[in-house]
């Protein structure tokens, strides 16, 4: 295992060397984690990620669920063209806080509709176009299966939905108690994207440079 995390540290030290891209990125994790929030936005090759996919779908309207600062959020925004919008949750207001300035300093902020509050609470009032091209779900892991039964009847067809943090380790074999029970939870939401239909997508594996356990982004294609 030490050998194999060692590994991982020097791709993820290249990859962030080459991968970076404007200063915002680096702004929104250093302000991140000087005002104590969690530290846990995508990783730049996550972003650069959800940056293409949403450009080779054309998206027009993105729903984002999990705010934190505005990482990920400014990564999605730079791939609406105008017209477009990206409407993204967040219950925490420090977190909203930060991300609206991080917003307005990429230049993006007219494209984002940010929402404080409980995301299910939220996606019961909000006013949204009848059919989204992208909803990216990265929020509290209980209630991963509601955002996505939600997304699996507003998102239009060739359209995708995305979940960050889906287990791809055996919960037997991952080292803490609590990791192990979201794990099993989780993994009866894998179960529930697997049995949908043939060609769902797919599962990819990333490491977490500040964690001791590989995690998922399962990119779900609706038919
Ligand atoms: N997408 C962000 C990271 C999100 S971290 C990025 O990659 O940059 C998860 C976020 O979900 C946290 O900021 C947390 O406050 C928020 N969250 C947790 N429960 C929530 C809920 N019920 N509704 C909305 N947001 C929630
Ligand atoms: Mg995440």
């Known amino acids: 295992m030490d050998d194999l995390r060692l590994a991982y540290q020097h791709i ?17 994790a ?44 400014v990564w999605l925004a730079r791939a ?5 919008k990206l409407f993204t949750l967040e219950i925490n207001p420090a977190c909203v806080e930060v991300a609206r300035e991080s917003f307005s300093r990429a230049g993006v902020a007219d494209r984002i ?57 055996r919960a037997d074999i991952v080292e803490s108690d609590d990791v192990r029970v979201h794990a099993q939870a989780a993994y009866r939401f894998n179960e529930h994207v697997f049995a949908r239909h043939a060609n769902w997508g797919t599962l990819l594996p990333f490491y977490r440079p500040n964690g001791d356990l590989i995690d998922g982004m399962l990119i779900y294609r609706q038919p």
């Open 12 to 28: 993820i030290a290249y990859l962030e060397q080459h991968l970076g891209d404007d200063p915002i990125y680096s702004w929104i």
């Open 30 to 73: 250093e302000e991140t984690r000087r005002r104590g929030l969690p530290t846990i936005q995508v990783t730049p090759v996550q972003g650069r990620l959800l940056n293409l996919l949403a450009q080779l779908l054309n998206a027009r309207y993105i729903l984002e669920i999990g705010t934190l600062s505005g990482y990920s959020g």
């Open 80 to 84: 609406v063209p105008p017209g477009g």
């Open 113 to 169: 509709e940010l929402h404080l509050g409980p995301a299910l609470e939220t996606l019961a009032m909000l006013e949204l176009p009848d059919l989204l091209d992208l909803v990216f779900i990265d929020a509290d892991k209980d209630n991963m299966r509601s955002y996505f039964d939600w997304a699996l009847e507003r998102v239009q067809s060739g359209g995708l939905i995305i979940v960050d943090n889906v287990p791809v380790v």
